[in-house]
């Protein structure tokens, strides 16, 4: 290629916004500990820092779902291509599902099925996307939202979310933030990484504060209803009439199967604002260009759901319980680490790292690299979620694992701390 056109493309615009933003994800960091690994060390690996409790047996998907899965595949009825949308028995499902919970009824044609809920992000950021425009995110967040911005040009402006206090939304900032150019923000609830439930209240609050500034809420419910404190789980579609929301879910977290790659968008907004919108036109045509879920396991859907009992939602929810009140009882015995809130939904909890307790870790990147090298035990450093110096620590995974790697964390604690 020609000098010139080789600088063309080395100058394209937005060339080195675009990849800083997108060399930060949980995979790409985690990639980068796991490179510490010390090979000499005989005990097992345990991995505090992602969210896939599906290899540890205790937390294996219910034979409803199996099954379901079989019985698709056999059927022969699924080896098609599916609509862009996703096949009609999926989405009715879906939506009959997400109603239980809703003061209203939503229609199958609210629900667009993809390929899990990282594939929803992608379709809902290059749908909204538009020049000079921008989201609102929360920090600390989840990274995959700027990242896939990065890629559509698309702007994220940061809002807090205030530890002492659950965790909760700084509205103050959020009304700060918006101008005529904000199209979205994104609530993760329940919240990833930090453990919190959003109280029905301050919910209703969010949305208001939507509505005020005529933004839409992008609800990310990946972990609906893993909720294990005194904050039920309520879902944001609840409050659809207040402004539109987009909500964003999968059978990932829930049914502990992350690997079937199936997701959705609904559209909960009873006024049909969105219907009558460009959002809805642009979130089809993209989906008429991008992949499809797995058609089997959209055929597979409506008896994973309909037959999934109670026992083994309830099942998950106690083992996350107990995982995570072992985990913020273990952390107090860590005096280099504060939890300032105990985790009451999800996976995860985030985690202060005082470093003046610490005499040679110069940050939250470095501890993490020198636990994985001495200890064998993966934590993700704050940094990749929003905020420096802090930690997500992903509590579900065996027992008897989470309580070894309190121990070993607790030893590299001792080793490093500062000297009195």
């Known amino acids: 290629?020609?000098?010139?056109?080789?600088?063309?493309?080395?100058?394209?615009?937005?060339?080195?916004?675009?990849?800083?933003?997108?060399?930060?994800?949980?995979?790409?960091?985690?990639?980068?500990?796991?490179?510490?690994?010390?090979?000499?060390?005989?005990r097992v690996v345990v991995p505090l820092g992602h969210g896939d409790p599906s290899a540890f047996p205790c937390f294996r998907t219910t034979d409803v779902a199996e099954d379901a899965i079989v019985h698709a595949v056999r059927s022969a009825k699924f080896n098609c291509y599916a609509p862009p949308v996703g096949i009609e028995p999926a989405r009715r499902s879906i939506a009959e599902h997400l109603s239980c919970d809703l003061p209203y009824k939503l229609s199958p044609d609210d629900v667009y099925l993809t390929a899990g809920a990282n594939h929803a992000i992608e379709v809902l950021i290059t749908a909204l996307a538009r020049p000079g425009a921008n989201i609102l995110a929360p920090r600390p967040g989840y990274p995959l939202y700027e990242?896939?911005?990065?890629?559509?040009?698309?702007?994220?402006?940061?809002?807090?979310?205030?530890?002492?206090?659950?965790?909760?939304?700084?509205?103050?900032?959020?009304?700060?933030?918006?101008n005529d150019k904000t199209i979205a923000m994104v609530i993760?609830?329940?919240?990833?990484?930090?453990?919190?439930?959003?109280?029905?209240?301050?919910?209703?609050?969010?949305?208001?504060?939507?509505?005020?500034?005529?933004?839409?809420?992008?609800?990310?419910?990946?972990?609906?209803?893993l909720a294990f404190g005194s904050n039920p789980f309520v879902p944001m579609g609840v409050f659809g009439s207040i402004t539109p929301v987009l909500t964003l879910g999968s059978?990932?977290?829930?049914?502990i199967v992350p690997g079937w790659r199936l997701g959705w968008i609904v559209t909960a907004d009873p006024s049909g604002i969105l219907q009558k919108s460009w959002i809805v036109e642009s979130l089809k045509s993209y989906l008429k260009i991008t992949a499809d879920p797995t058609t089997f396991v959209q055929g597979a859907l409506p008896q994973i759901i309909k037959e999934t009992t109670e026992d083994f939602f309830l099942k998950i929810t106690n083992m996350l319980?107990?995982?995570?009140?072992?985990?913020?009882?273990?952390?107090?015995?860590?005096?280099?680490?504060?939890?300032?809130?105990?985790?009451?939904?999800?996976?995860?909890?985030?985690?202060?790292l005082n470093l003046s307790f610490l005499e040679d870790i110069s940050d939250d990147m470095d501890f993490c690299i020198k636990l994985a090298k001495e200890?064998?035990?993966?934590?993700?450093?704050?940094?990749?979620?929003?905020?420096?110096?802090?930690?997500?620590?992903?509590?579900?995974?065996?027992?008897?694992?989470?309580?070894?790697?309190?121990?070993?964390i607790k030893t590299f604690y001792l080793r490093h701390a500062k000297k009195q």
């Not at 059978?251 to 049914?255: A, L, N, T, Y």
């Not at 995570?324 to 009882?329: E, G, R, W």
Request: proline share 4%.
């Open 1 to 42: 290629m020609a000098n010139g056109s080789s600088a063309k493309w080395d100058t394209f615009q937005g060339k080195e916004e675009r990849n800083a933003a997108s060399g930060i994800t949980v995979r790409s960091v985690l990639d980068e500990i796991m490179e510490n690994l010390n090979p000499s060390d005989q």
């Open 147 to 178: 990242a896939r911005a990065a890629f559509s040009n698309l702007e994220v402006r940061h809002f807090d979310l205030i530890s002492e206090k659950g965790w909760e939304v700084d509205l103050d900032s959020v009304e700060a933030l918006a």
């Open 188 to 225: 993760i609830n329940p919240g990833n990484p930090c453990g919190n439930i959003l109280t029905f209240n301050h919910m209703k609050k969010i949305a208001e504060t939507a509505r005020k500034l005529g933004i839409l809420v992008i609800a990310d419910e990946v972990y609906d209803h």
């Open 251 to 255: 059978i990932s977290k829930r049914w």
């Open 321 to 352: 319980r107990e995982a995570a009140d072992m985990c913020y009882d273990g952390l107090k015995e860590i005096h280099c680490i504060t939890c300032p809130h105990k985790p009451e939904g999800s996976m995860s909890t985030m985690v202060k």
């Open 375 to 408: 200890e064998s035990v993966i934590v993700l450093p704050g940094f990749a979620v929003g905020l420096k110096n802090w930690l997500r620590i992903t509590f579900a995974v065996e027992p008897s694992m989470l309580e070894d790697a309190l121990g070993r």
